[in-house]
């Protein structure tokens, strides 16, 4: 499994971006993804993920404002930011895991692949 992200930018407070990650070699259908960020000096911190059966989870601090939604046919998983903020100035990274998430799906641990990230910067 091979995931490449892509549609990190520099923006302004309020702008919206929309992040892509692609995954390669596999069925996407198979896999729940997740996208997690990490700012510079921070751990990296879950965002949203969206489950092999379409259901979905955000963080608190993005709830409302980012969605994640997934292409079957693209085998490709989404990250729809809006009104974006400068604290979600991050490396943004999508990860897979093969089947269900379980009560984890918010934890590093719970993903098996991992993309090499796409920069994202919100001035103020």
């Known amino acids: 499994v091979q995931l490449q992200a892509s549609g990190g930018g520099l923006v302004q407070a309020g702008a919206s971006l929309r992040l892509s990650c692609l995954l390669s070699?596999?069925?996407?259908?198979?896999?729940?993804m997740g996208w997690f960020r990490q700012a510079p000096g921070k751990e990296r911190e879950f965002v949203s993920a969206?489950?092999?059966?379409?259901?979905?989870f955000d963080a608190s601090s993005v709830k409302g404002r980012f969605t994640v939604s997934k292409d079957n046919d693209k085998n490709t998983v989404y990250l729809q930011m809006n009104s974006l903020k400068p604290e979600d100035t991050a490396v943004y990274y999508c990860?897979?895991?093969?089947?269900?998430?379980?009560?984890?799906?918010?934890?590093?641990?719970?993903?098996?692949?991992w993309g090499q990230g796409t920069l994202v910067t919100v001035s103020s």
């Open positions: 969206i489950t092999i059966n379409g259901g979905t």
């Open positions: 070699g596999h069925n996407i259908q198979r896999y729940s």
């Open positions: 990860a897979a895991k093969g089947g269900l998430l379980g009560s984890d799906n918010y934890t590093t641990t719970a993903y098996n692949y």
